[in-house]
């Protein structure tokens, strides 16, 4: 398995289901041993990456399609069901990434898989909604008081808030007299500078 002679302990590992029809299981390889009288048997101690639906609470909205929870949950697999390796960054360098490929996930919770209880339990939140966030999902900043908002839950679509160049949410535009239009200068170009998006904040 060339796959798995590239692999060594600490490597993030995608790992086969037996269900085809199910995307692989993310792992983290923890040890690996030979097994059998030739020592052909190889055999890795894993710790598993849970996905969201795999959690007894199930996916909530601010889950990322892309995230995945450390569980205390270990186990000892063939090395033959190892597809690859995969890299799990910490929320805040998946927040950075410039682009997002098949191998990349995001890690901000740990999760024990018996009582189904993450390690933090408190998160910030945002938006008029209050929920975490979600880095799948744009959001736009009040220049003001810096909170950040998804456009659906201001009355505003996607393609209108990208072409934003000025944001002043409500409260700020009632205390100030802000307005939320956009100061679009008269350039003649085409292009127009978005408002910072929450997917590249540094």
Not at 134 to 146: G, K, R, T
Not at 151 to 175: D, N, V
């Given at each position: 398995n060339k796959r798995f002679e590239q692999s060594q302990a600490g490597d993030c590992v995608l790992m086969r289901s037996a269900d085809t029809s199910k995307p692989p299981y993310v792992a983290k390889v923890e040890s690996i041993e030979a097994a059998g009288s030739r020592g052909t048997n190889v055999r890795v101690r894993v710790r598993w990456y849970y996905r969201p639906e795999e959690s007894i609470g199930g996916r909530r909205p601010f889950h990322g399609s892309k995230e995945v929870f450390l569980s205390d949950h270990y186990d000892v697999q063939s090395a033959d069901t190892i597809e690859g390796k995969c890299n799990v960054h910490s929320f805040r360098s998946y927040t950075k990434l410039d682009s997002v490929n098949a191998e990349d996930f995001f890690c901000r919770f740990d999760y024990k898989?018996?009582?189904?209880?993450?390690?933090?339990?408190?998160?910030?939140?945002?938006?008029?909604?209050?929920?975490?966030?979600?880095?799948?999902?744009?959001?736009?900043?009040?220049?003001?008081?810096?909170?950040?908002?998804?456009?659906?839950?201001?009355?505003?679509?996607?393609?209108?808030?990208?072409?934003?160049?000025?944001?002043?949410?409500?409260?700020?535009?009632?205390?100030?007299?802000?307005?939320?239009?956009?100061?679009?200068?008269?350039?003649?170009?085409?292009?127009?500078?978005?408002?910072?998006?929450?997917?590249?904040?540094r």
């Open positions: 898989s018996a009582s189904g209880s993450f390690v933090p339990d408190r998160i910030a939140v945002f938006c008029k909604c209050e929920m975490p966030y979600n880095p799948d999902d744009l959001m736009i900043q009040c220049e003001e008081c810096s909170d950040w908002f998804h456009p659906s839950c201001i009355g505003m679509t996607i393609k209108e808030a990208k072409k934003r160049e000025h944001f002043f949410c409500q409260s700020c535009t009632a205390e100030n007299g802000k307005t939320t239009e956009n100061f679009h200068e008269a350039t003649g170009q085409s292009e127009e500078k978005p408002v910072e998006s929450k997917r590249r904040r």
